[in-house]
């Protein structure tokens, strides 16, 4: 049964930096692509980031050269290194994963974490 495990998140003040990380279990990283995804109060969960299982990388335009997605593979773990952030960064963050290697920010991804809250104020 995958699990994903998400930690690292909290509060910060505009300008400062988190990093968000999500441990896997059950899963393997052959053939596959894990991402954060996001969803602040009131608005539709978006995408962050994702990246493959051979180390392509996408990102949101809203996180380009703020963000940035790694993942060690030898602990089966995701990490979102979050700089310059804003209050509008603000959202309960998501692990997800699947083995379709080729999803996009924008297709379902089929196994997800709990979340972790990210909060920033001005």
């Known amino acids: 049964q995958v699990q994903l495990v998400e930690s690292g998140g909290g509060s910060v003040q505009s300008g400062g930096s988190l990093r968000l990380s999500c441990a896997a279990s059950?899963?393997?990283?052959?053939?596959?692509?894990m991402g954060w995804f996001r969803q602040a109060p009131g608005k539709g969960r978006e995408g962050v980031a994702r990246?493959?299982?051979?180390?392509?990388?996408t990102y949101a335009d809203f996180v380009k050269g703020r963000f940035t997605i790694s993942q060690d593979n030898a602990k089966n773990t995701l990490y979102l290194q979050m700089n310059s952030l804003k209050p509008e960064d603000t959202a309960i963050y998501y692990c997800?994963?699947?083995?379709?290697?080729?999803?996009?920010?924008?297709?379902?991804?089929?196994?997800w974490g709990q979340g972790t809250q990210v909060t920033v104020s001005s």
């Open positions: 997800a994963a699947d083995h379709r290697w080729w999803l996009q920010l924008h297709d379902e991804f089929s196994y």
């Open positions: 990246i493959d299982s051979q180390g392509s990388r």
């Open positions: 059950g899963y393997t990283n052959s053939r596959s692509c």
